[in-house]
């Protein structure tokens, strides 16, 4: 088996903590079961949205469960902000541009136009980019928390 990424270690801990089998996980959190599998054994990162699910569900930050942090706390906004008005904000309070983001964070430009125009999401580990780019929580920029 490959190393497991820092989240699927992180998510089994909280399983574990919880006595929880990934069926029951799916039943308490709404995750797919087939989904749950496999971020625990493939490597596959979640979407957003079931990032945000299993933040609220175990009640910790997505930079923790990234592995990004020890740290549990949260503070979630009810209900979770838009991706692409959070981005639109963090690049307006940076004070650049769209180009400088692409450029400095070795994004494809042809992205940050679909995330702007077609309300699409990055995916995790643009996100965790992202983050360190704009000096915030992953929380933050994906709309679960109101707090940097």
Same mark, same amino acid.
Request: charged share 25%.
């Given at each position: 088996?490959? =190393?497991?990424?820092?989240?699927?270690?992180?998510?089994?801990?909280?399983?574990?903590? +919880?006595?929880?089998?990934?069926?029951?996980?799916?039943?308490?959190?709404?995750?797919?079961?087939? #989904?749950?599998?496999?971020?625990?054994? +493939? @490597?596959? &990162?979640? =979407?957003?949205? $079931?990032? %945000? +699910?299993?933040?609220?569900?175990?009640?910790?930050?997505? /930079?923790?469960?990234?592995?990004?942090? /020890?740290?549990?706390?949260? /503070?979630?906004?009810?209900?979770?902000?838009?991706?692409?008005?959070?981005? %639109?904000?963090?690049? +307006?309070? =940076?004070?650049?541009?769209?180009?400088?983001?692409?450029?400095?964070?070795?994004?494809?430009?042809?992205? %940050?136009?679909?995330?702007?125009?077609?309300?699409?999401?990055?995916?995790?580990?643009?996100? %965790?980019?992202?983050?360190?780019?704009? @000096?915030?929580? #992953? /929380? &933050?920029?994906?709309? $679960?928390?109101?707090?940097?």
């Amino acid at each position: 088996m490959d =190393k497991l990424t820092p989240f699927a270690e992180r998510l089994f801990e909280l399983m574990q903590d +919880k006595g929880l089998s990934n069926l029951q996980l799916e039943k308490e959190s709404g995750c797919p079961n087939t #989904t749950v599998s496999a971020w625990l054994t +493939k @490597n596959v &990162y979640p =979407k957003r949205e $079931n990032l %945000i +699910k299993l933040s609220r569900y175990f009640n910790c930050s997505i /930079d923790y469960l990234m592995g990004l942090t /020890d740290d549990k706390k949260i /503070d979630i906004s009810n209900p979770p902000v838009n991706f692409k008005e959070r981005f %639109i904000t963090l690049v +307006k309070e =940076k004070g650049v541009t769209y180009y400088r983001v692409h450029k400095e964070c070795v994004i494809p430009s042809n992205y %940050i136009s679909r995330w702007l125009s077609k309300n699409l999401v990055p995916d995790v580990l643009t996100i %965790i980019k992202l983050a360190a780019y704009f @000096n915030c929580s #992953t /929380d &933050y920029l994906l709309g $679960n928390s109101n707090n940097k």
